[in-house]
Nanobody, 128 residues
Framework: QVQLVESGGGLVQAGGSLRLSCAASRRTFNTYNMGWFRQAPGKDREFVAGVSRITGITYYPDSVKGRFIISRDNAKNTVYLQMNSLKPEDTAVYYC?????????????????????WGQGTQVTVSS
């Protein structure tokens, strides 16, 4: 059973920062690529950031590149999403998800329709 536990969401003013955490078991952390996604009301879930378990390479869509940073803490089996210069359009429920790297490569490991397991989500609200 794969469990992903997100935390760190909340309310922040535009221009502020938040750091989200996604904790997993050691087995999960050492097996899967991990990524962050978000879903705003009335919109499709979208990819936000990903990190390769094998290479450590990070991936971001243009909408967050330069503002968001994904990182792994191997000692804590946790992946973080540091979000800076937040905008009201970043308001969404943020989800952590994992994908087995044996069945994907590169950016393709973060297809929202092909992730293997999902966390429960954490709400991020950015006020203007």
């Amino acid at each position: 059973q794969v469990q992903l536990v997100e935390s760190g969401g909340g309310l922040v003013q535009a221009g502020g920062s938040l750091r989200l955490s996604c904790a997993a078991s050691r087995r999960t952390f050492n097996t899967y690529n991990m990524g962050w996604f978000r879903q705003a009301p009335g919109k499709d879930r979208e990819f936000v950031a990903g990190v390769s378990r094998i290479t450590g390479i990070t991936y971001y869509p243009d909408s967050v590149k330069g503002r968001f940073i994904i990182s792994r803490d191997n000692a804590k089996n946790t992946v973080y999403l540091q979000m800076n210069s937040l905008k009201p359009e970043d308001t969404a429920v943020y989800y952590c998800a994992v994908r087995d790297p044996a069945y994907c490569s590169g950016y393709g490991c973060y297809d929202v329709h092909k992730m293997d397991y999902w966390g429960q989500g954490t709400q991020v609200t950015v006020s203007s």
